[in-house]
């Protein structure tokens, strides 16, 4: 029997502040795990999953998870969490974390207005982030285009829900390597409109840089030795290096 989720009115942070008619918040965000709204500067995550089944439990934001992650990661790009949501009675329903406004979201940017060195320095701080995770048995999952957001900085990521506590940290290398990559993807398919086989060509670039040793590197090179350059020129130039002309 499938629970059904209902919002609650009020919320407790910590077991201190009372959150009330959270309804009426400002609603910034909606997914499979649960709904997000806009408290002052940050946002409360209200999650739909009231963590019954011991299956998909490890690719929840359980409890513990919440605990671990809240207390020992301490990311710069990676909106990790940083309290506890709790009901009127107690019991565990969600979790805070640091609101960012998404500038490309709300148009006030779009990603190509950026430069190399806004990206470069996004490389940097995910590839810190990425390496704490390492280091804490922690490998990032389930990151897709939702998972972005693109502040004053450039890039950030959310959604930490599905990400697991395993010995295979090799694969956040990888995991790395793909949401840089499908970043590349995503801007180059607004430069113009593409065919089937363009498309395929493309993913089949992102799937070559997610498994490349040597692609985080060049891509830190690359971006480092071009700060100046906007990222619309950039990423015009890996279209022309991935499908052989330009788009623009």
């Not at 959270?22 to 965000?29: I, T």
């Not at 998909?56 to 207390?71: A, Q, R, V």
């Not at 590349?184 to 398919?189: A, E």
């Not at 395929?200 to 070559?208: F, M």
Request: net charge neutral.
């Amino acid at each position: 029997m499938v629970r059904r989720f209902i919002l609650p009115n009020e919320v407790v942070v910590d077991n201190k502040e009372v959150i009330t008619n959270v309804k009426e918040l400002d609603k910034v965000g909606a997914g499979v795990d649960g709904l997000l709204f806009r408290h002052n500067d940050k946002v409360l995550k209200i999650l739909k999953d009231d963590f019954s089944n011991p299956n998909t439990i490890n690719l929840s934001m359980n409890y513990d998870k919440l605990l671990y992650f809240k207390d020992n990661l301490h990311l710069s790009r990676i909106t990790n969490p940083t309290g506890v949501l709790y009901n009127v009675y107690g019991k565990y329903i969600g979790y805070t974390m640091d609101y960012l406004d998404d500038v490309v979201k709300h148009s006030k940017k779009n990603v190509e207005d950026f430069t190399c060195e806004d990206l470069n320095k996004s490389i940097r701080g995910l590839k810190n982030d990425f390496d704490q995770l390492s280091k804490n048995k922690i490998v990032a999952q389930d990151i897709n285009l939702g998972s972005y957001i693109f502040t004053d900085d450039f890039l950030h990521l959310c959604d930490m829900d599905r990400y697991i506590f395993s010995q295979e940290t090799y694969l956040n290398d990888s995991n790395l390597n793909f949401v840089l990559a499908k970043l590349l993807y995503f801007s180059i398919t607004k430069l113009d409109t593409y065919d089937k086989s363009q498309l395929r060509k493309l993913s089949r670039w992102v799937k070559s840089c997610s498994k490349s040793s040597s692609f985080l590197e060049d891509l830190e090179s690359e971006t480092y030795k071009n700060k100046d350059a906007s990222v619309l020129e950039f990423i015009s130039d890996k279209s022309i290096q991935i499908l052989g002309k330009r788009k623009i």
